[in-house]
């Protein structure tokens, strides 16, 4: 379980620039094995709560407690799946999966047998050795996913990992996604800009102001899992995306 407890976190001041609020009053529960999407406009806060929760960003009051522990910094029962894949350009799609495991210190053959393993069930089978620079965006951003499964994480923080590949592709992304972590049972946490992505892959959606971000509303999507492939002619599906839609929209005007 995660908790954000009156979490805020506040930008200081530098090169002149006054200071930014990122973050204000947030108060939140994810229960294990959740799939929560954060929405909201640029510059709400969505990527902040990540770090937050990687541990990699301070928070400026309140805390974030995972399983009851206090988040104090980066662990290995977390994982980051970046928007732009941040792959090693030097090392092959097999090294690029095992390279957590490596920092581990598991030994070349068991690393690579789980790193072959994951490049398979995201569809990559055969590119073993290929280096990314020979893979499409989509293929790149299996590799990341793999990356990021290998070493087994209780939690998988998503920062717009699909955004910046085509449509067919994001697609097909987005059912990866929702297929591993139905079988390794990860708790997520996924920003995204799209409606449709929030409540295609969200077992309950966050929906935050402009900045400060604060939460406006969590809404819950009673759609059935497995997704069924005519998701997009679902009542509930195209009820919750207009919703979303005229929300944003009230606030953009």
Known sequence: MIEFRGCAKVYPASDGRPPVAALAGIDLVVKDREIVCFLGPSGCGKTTLLRVVSGLVTLSEGEVRIDGR???GPGPDRA???QHFALLPWADV???VGFGLELKGVARAARERVAAELI???GLAGFERHMPWQLSGGMQQRVGLARALAISPKTL???EPFSAVDAQTRRELQED???LQAKQAQTVLFVTHSMDEAVRLGDRVVLLTPRPGRIREVLDVALPRPRPPD???HP???DLKEYLWNQLRAKRD
């Open 70 to 72: 206090a988040v104090t």
């Open 80 to 82: 980051m799946v970046f």
């Open 94 to 96: 097999l090294t690029n």
């Open 120 to 122: 398979e069930a995201v």
């Open 157 to 159: 923080l998503m920062d």
């Open 177 to 179: 996604l929702l297929r």
């Open 231 to 233: 998701l997009e002619r």
């Open 236 to 238: 509930t599906f195209i």
